[in-house]
C-alpha cells in the first residue's frame, strides 16, 4: 500500500476573472521514505497542490475536488477538526515564505512548543527542551536564545530554518517541502538538504520538494513530476527523466541545464513564450502554443497523462510518446 495516493486532484477558484484552475486533475502515489521532486515554471500550481494535500485552500475563492489517501485514513474527507490533528504531526510542510506562517505575535519557543504539546502531549519544559534540539540540529546558534525571540528578531534565513526545525519537530511520515532552501546561501542549504534526508533515513519519511533548482532535485529526488498549467505533464525516475525526458516542455525545462552532477546551481530554463491564462485555457494541450513539435491536432483535445511504455515512466504528449524517438541528450 503507498503512503500518499492523489486521485484526480483539482483545485479552482472562483474570481473576478473568471474561474482559475490552478490544480487540473492530477494523479500520483508515494511510498514511504521515497522523495518526489515536484517542478514546474512559476504559476504551474506546485504550492496550490501542496496545500490541498492539507486542506489548506482557502474557500471562496477555492474549491477542491478528487481523493487523497494518506496512512490508510482518506484526507480529503476529513472535517477540519480531524485535519488539525495531521497538520504539523504527521504531514508537515514547509512553506515557501515563512513569515506568512510565523506567528509574529508569538516567541519563537511558543510556536514551537505549542506543536509538541498538542501533537505530542509533551509537557512544557520537555517541548522547550526537544524544540532546542531541534533549532541546534537545523544549524542554529544559541537555540536557548532563540526560542526566546520572536519571528522579526531572526533574518530571513534563521526564521526559514525554524521552520524547517518546526517541521521536522513532530517527526512527520509526508514532509511538504516547498522551496524549503531557495532564501538560504548553499552551505546552509546543502547542511539543510542533508539534514532532511536523515530524517527520512531514520523516520522512513516520504518528502514532496518543490523546488527551482534542478540540481537540487537531481541530487535529492528518487522521482520527478513535471508540473504544466496546473497537470503533471510527465512523471518518471529522476535520473531516467533527467537524460532523456520525453514531454517537450520537460525538454525545454532542461535543455539549458549544463551539467547536473556539477555543484553550480541549475535554475529552470526560460521557455520562450508564457504558460497559459488559467481563467482562459486553451483548447487541446496547454503546451501546445509554445510546443516547438506541435500538430494541428494537439489542440483539439488535451492529451492526458500515459505511461509511456518504460517502468514508471509517463508522459502526456503523444507525439513524444514513442521513446525511440528521443535521443539521450549531449
Ligand atoms: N487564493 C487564490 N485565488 C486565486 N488564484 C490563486 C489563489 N492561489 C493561487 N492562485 C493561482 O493558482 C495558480 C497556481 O499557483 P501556485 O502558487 O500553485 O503556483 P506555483 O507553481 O507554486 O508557482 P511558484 O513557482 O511561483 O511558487 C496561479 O495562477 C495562482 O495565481
Ligand atoms: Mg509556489
Redesign the pocket.
Given at each position: 500500500m503507498a503512503l500518499l495516493t492523489v486521485k484526480d486532484l483539482a483545485?479552482r477558484?472562483e474570481?473576478h476573472h473568471g474561474t482559475?484552475r490552478?490544480?487540473d486533475g492530477i494523479s500520483f502515489d508515494m511510498e514511504e521514505g521515497e522523495t518526489l521532486g515536484l517542478v514546474?515554471?512559476?504559476?504551474?500550481?506546485?504550492?496550490?497542490?501542496?496545500?490541498a494535500l492539507l486542506g489548506l485552500?482557502?474557500s471562496p475563492?477555492?474549491v477542491m475536488s478528487g481523493q487523497v489517501h494518506f496512512d490508510g485514513q482518506e484526507i480529503s474527507a476529513l472535517s477540519e477538526p480531524e485535519l488539525r490533528k495531521v497538520r504539523g504531526n504527521r504531514i508537515a510542510m514547509i512553506f515557501?515564505d515563512p513569515m506568512t506562517s510565523l506567528n509574529p505575535l508569538l516567541t519563537i519557543g511558543r510556536q514551537m512548543t505549542e506543536v509538541l504539546e498538542l501533537h505530542k502531549g509533551r509537557s512544557r519544559s520537555e517541548a522547550l527542551r526537544l524544540s532546542a534540539t531541534g533549532l541546534g540540529e537545523v544549524g542554529l546558534s544559541e537555540p536557548e536564545k532563540r526560542l526566546a525571540q520572536y519571528p522579526h528578531e531572526l533574518s530571513g534565513g534563521m526564521r526559514q530554518r525554524v521552520m524547517i526545525a518546526m517541521g521536522l519537530l513532530c517527526e512527520p511520515r509526508l514532509l511538504l517541502a516547498?522551496?524549503p532552501t531557495t532564501a538560504l546561501d548553499v552551505t546552509i542549504q546543502a547542511q539543510i538538504l542533508e539534514l532532511m534526508a536523515e530524517v527520512q533515513r531514520k523516520h522512513g519519511t516520504a518528502i514532496i520538494l518543490?523546488t527551482?533548482d534542478l540540481g537540487v532535485v537531481a541530487g535529492t529526488a528518487d522521482r520527478v513530476a513535471v508540473?504544466y498549467a496546473?497537470r503533471i505533464v510527465e512523471e518518471g525516475p529522476t535520473s531516467q527523466l533527467f537524460q532523456t525526458p520525453h514531454h517537450p516542455y520537460t525538454q525545454g525545462l532542461l535543455s539549458s541545464v549544463p551539467r547536473l552532477d556539477s555543484d553550480t546551481s541549475h535554475d529552470l530554463s526560460s521557455i520562450p513564450g508564457t504558460p497559459p491564462d488559467?481563467a482562459d485555457m486553451p483548447s487541446g494541450c496547454a503546451f501546445a502554443p509554445r510546443c516547438p513539435i506541435a500538430q494541428p491536432e494537439c489542440t483539439k483535445t488535451r492529451p492526458g497523462l500515459l505511461p509511456s511504455g518504460i517502468a514508471g515512466r509517463s508522459n502526456a504528449c503523444p507525439l513524444a510518446a514513442s521513446p525511440s524517438q528521443t535521443e539521450a541528450r549531449p
Open positions: 483545485v477558484f474570481t482559475v490552478a490544480v514546474g515554471e512559476s504559476g504551474s500550481g506546485k504550492s496550490v497542490t501542496n496545500l485552500i482557502p475563492p477555492g515557501q516547498d522551496e518543490v527551482h508540473m496546473g488559467l
